[in-house]
């Protein structure tokens, strides 16, 4: 939290969130590298491009990007969400806020689905495939279709950005919390019902089933599923935020900190200080395991 409360400036952040078309998951599956891989190349690029462009900021902008691969029912869903920066910086030292909208979703769904197919039919490991010629239909199949991109409203405050970087970036497919209960080789578990306003619903699955589908979220070994573009960079990034927190009328550090025990009573709605089964005050919470759900 304290890094990314130093790399959060004054500024509108928007969410973005970059999602392919269901066909194309048992490919994603076969190759979760690479498939993996595509999505942050493609996603970033389409911000970057767009960026670039005259019409909507001409120049670079901030981009943090976290990879999710599930559903709330566990079933695979792989999928970009970008932290993106609204406005960028000149070289003469002033900063273009882009306060309204970033980019048309129109624009960014089409950009994105051509970049991802060009990238996965041109660089696919074809030799993991049995058929070929059904591999080319899928993705003709998906040239065809809109592509989903989602564009939420800008968030509210460099207070919001640090509230949703610390509370998902680092979540995993299902917390002990949405378990309800395994009883008789079945589990049953709680989950957001999108199709009917987020009613909080319950599903029921055989544990074979549970576990098949929660091994599918395990990523590959080794691989980054938090990304930073543009200047949220790693490379010289502190020099480079000491200039845009001067740009941006950033506060100095630690003015958006507040007391961490008040932030983790928001993200986990409870005092993270009183043990949650036996309510007794804990000597040192920051030891305990905390589920954010």
Known sequence: MQKWDYYTLNITYYHVVFTIPSELNPYVLLDKKFGYS???????QTLKELAADPEYLGGKIGIISVLHTWSSTLNFHPHIHCIVTG???????EWISKDSFLF??????????????????????????DDIREFDDVISQCYQKDWVVYTKKP???PEAVLKYLGRYTHRIAISNARIISFENGMVTLSYKDYAHDSVISKTTITAEEFVRRYLMHVLPERFTKIRYYRFMGNTYKSQ??????????????????????????RIIGRDPKICPKCKSLLTNPWRMTIQLE
């Open 104 to 129: 048309p979703i129109r624009v960014l769904s089409r950009l994105f689905k051509g970049k991802f197919l060009d990238l996965f039919r041109k660089k696919y490991p074809i030799h993991k495939l």
């Open 155 to 157: 968030m509210a405050d």
């Open 240 to 265: 480079r935020f000491v200039k845009l927190r001067e740009m941006t009328f950033t506060p100095a550090r630690g003015v958006y900190r507040k007391d961490m025990v008040e932030i983790l009573k």
């Open 87 to 93: 406005g960028r910086n000149r070289d003469s030292g």
């Open 38 to 44: 595509c999505l942050f190349e493609a996603a970033s």
